[in-house]
């Protein structure tokens, strides 16, 4: 059943590629002449109807022995508790319903505007750190992460498990200062202290590698990642950033707040490798950049 889950989120993702891919020769097929047969549609099975049901609140939040919400389990994107790709694009599968509390877009300084409008489309897809097997970092490993994590939480420490590349990190939570002039790294240097019942967790030293988003929001090495975690109920557990970064935006970004359910499945092992996605999206670009005959 979780081979199958993995297995079934990989396929969509080669589906979602070759179905654009499908859709973009058939229009250049259009332009060049009447197609000789095919509808133009592509139908997959298995990716019908969503039966996407949000989990119930399911009661208070357990408590640690120190008397603060324990956020130890395995965590799904949503509302659902589960994976489901039938489920694509539904409100219960996203982390948090833009129609519903919007997100407002990076307010990047004029010359970090300019160059990220400068990245085309599928430019944007073939430097995305994900694409080249690189880790999501922080933010990332919550707010681009489409698959589970799990939480162990300790008296002096959180720490957060990836399915993702397997990627880590571990959070001291004694609210101890940061280290003077740390090494950047990918997930940074986290420190975290409690506000009630919400853990505040402080990174900075971020590998300038990552991306905030997956349409080109790069960072300095100026960046600050504040993450705001609670859990209202025992299903849900709530996630919210706010972004500072004075050499690339005008003013600190606060997203949406984002939902996480609780699940019962053990993470699986899924590491990128052997990845061909860069190739085919370089392929891609070579074929829509050809001159025209």
């Given at each position: 059943?979780r081979?199958?889950?993995?297995m ?38 298995g990716?019908?109807?969503a ?5 119930p609140p ?14 130890s389990?395995?965590?799904?994107p949503?509302?659902?508790?589960r994976?489901d ?8 599968r ?15 300084q ?10 085309s489309?599928?430019?944007?897809e073939i430097l ?9 970092g922080?933010?990332g ?7 589970p994590?799990?939480?162990v ?46 853990l505040v967790?402080d ?5 300038e590698r ?5 349409t ?7 960046e ?16 919210q ?17 984002r ?11 899924y590491?990128c ?18 001159p025209?005959?």
């Amino acid at each position: 059943m979780r081979m199958r889950r993995r297995m079934a989120v990989c396929a969509f993702v080669g589906i979602s590629f070759f179905v654009a891919f499908y859709a973009f020769t058939v229009t250049v097929g259009a332009q060049n002449g009447p197609a000789k047969s095919g509808t133009g549609q592509v139908s997959v099975a298995g990716f019908g109807k969503a039966n996407a049901k949000p989990l119930p609140p399911g009661g208070p939040a357990p408590r640690a022995a120190d008397g603060h919400p324990d956020f130890s389990g395995v965590w799904f994107p949503g509302k659902m508790g589960r994976e489901d790709l039938t489920a694509e694009g539904s409100p219960e599968r996203l982390q948090f319903d833009p129609k519903v509390t919007p997100e407002e877009k990076p307010p990047y300084q004029p010359w970090a505007a300019e160059r990220v409008k400068k990245l085309s489309t599928l430019d944007a897809e073939i430097l995305r750190p994900s694409v080249n097997c690189m880790p999501r970092g922080v933010p990332g490993m919550f707010i681009t992460n489409p698959y589970p994590i799990q939480l162990v939480q300790t008296a002096t420490q959180l720490i957060q498990l990836d399915e993702l590349n397997n990627n880590f990190r571990v959070i001291p939570t004694d609210g101890r200062p940061h280290t003077q002039d740390p090494d950047p790294a990918f997930n940074g240097e986290g420190v975290a202290h409690w506000e009630g019942d919400t853990l505040v967790i402080d990174t900075i030293a971020v590998d300038e590698r990552t991306w905030n988003n997956f349409t080109g929001w790069f960072h300095s090495d100026q960046e600050r990642v504040v993450e705001r975690i609670s859990r209202p109920s025992m299903n849900y557990l709530t996630y919210q950033v706010t972004i500072e970064d004075p050499k690339v935006l005008t003013k600190p970004w606060t997203s949406a707040p984002r939902t996480w359910s609780f699940g019962h499945e053990a993470l699986q092992e899924y590491y990128c490798t052997n990845n061909r996605e860069e190739e085919a999206l370089k392929a891609l670009r070579d074929l829509t950049q050809a001159p025209k005959k």
